[in-house]
């Protein structure tokens, strides 16, 4: 193996993973948070309502495509928006758990920064939630779309006036989404599989469910993607050493690395930071 492949592997693995206790009280805290957070936006139904006929609109006139042809195509089959509905209400929070276990065990300096990212759009959600509430597709009228969780199951939600756990003004952004978006962007850059850009499918698959179950609109979408897209601007991967080695592109092959092994890479010296990028293969 090349001196420098060799001394790059053991910088990437001089990463010390967090302390687990710490990391799992950390992560708790952030929920905690931001679910008691939520909760303070509650209560603003008028303003709720007025800020979505403004978003209905606005929609309407950019032309963004309208959110019923989605829930059509869901509707086509009781066993599809059954299948739409249990992969809202089931799939958010266990995928994003899951890649954060993955990257805590397999590839500790992604974890730190993947973290960091979700905490930062979360943040910004929570923010945007308490500032501007918003009531969902599926609750206005002028939309003619339905609660697919409530007519077809299973749902999420209770009556607004009755459901405590959590606030459903808080449409815009989708945490669904940005979530979503960032799982399939960690491991992306977290893995060096060729297959790993079939990871936006999850992003892709979530944004149609949220669509079509008129749990949200198109722009709330755009915002989380906009959020995201400043989170990952600001917030770069770093190594034990405090740089930012990790570039958020593949690595490629160079006429240096042509014909060798994945194991065997050895970066010419433009490419020697790319080496970071698969940090674990």
């Known amino acids: 193996m090349n001196g420098r492949t060799e001394a790059a592997r053991r910088e ?33 139904t008028g303003e709720a309502f007025r800020n979505a006929d403004r978003v209905w609109d606005l929609e ?6 309208g959110e ?3 829930q059509h195509l869901l509707l086509h089959g009781d066993t599809l928006i059954h299948l739409a509905n249990t992969y809202y209400a089931t799939v958010h929070f266990p ?12 590839r500790p300096a992604h974890y730190v920064w993947a973290r960091r990212v979700l905490a930062a759009v979360t943040a910004a959600a929570l ?39 959590s606030n459903q003004f808080a449409a815009m952004p989708s945490l669904h989404f940005g979530w979503a978006l960032m ?6 850059v977290a ?11 999850h992003p892709l698959l979530t944004l149609l469910v949220i669509v079509g179950t008129a749990n949200h609109y198109w722009l709330d979408a755009i915002v989380a993607t906009a959020l995201l897209g400043i989170a990952l601007a600001v917030i770069r991967p770093q190594t ?21 092994g994945a194991d065997q890479l050895v970066p010419s010296a433009r490419d020697e930071e790319a080496v970071l990028v698969g940090a674990g293969r």
């Open 60 to 65: 309407r006139a950019v032309r963004l495509p």
């Open 127 to 165: 923010v945007a939630h308490l500032t501007f509430p918003l009531a969902p597709p599926r609750m206005l009228a002028a939309t003619g779309l339905i609660d697919t969780g409530r007519v077809y199951g299973p749902s999420v939600y209770g009556s607004p006036q009755t459901d405590h756990l």
């Open 191 to 201: 893995t060096r599989s060729r297959w790993r850009w079939l990871w936006l499918l």
């Open 12 to 44: 990437t693995d001089a990463i010390a993973r967090s302390p687990l206790v710490r990391e799992l009280l950390l992560v708790a805290g952030l929920f905690l948070v931001y679910k008691f957070g939520r909760q303070l936006a509650t209560g603003h």
């Open 240 to 260: 034990s050493s405090g740089g930012t080695p990790i570039s958020l592109r593949s690595p490629r092959r160079t006429a240096t690395t042509a014909g060798r």
């Open 183 to 188: 799982v399939a962007i960690g491991l992306i």
């Open 68 to 70: 019923g042809a989605v």
């Open 95 to 106: 995928a994003t758990a899951a890649f954060l276990v993955w990257t805590y065990l397999r």
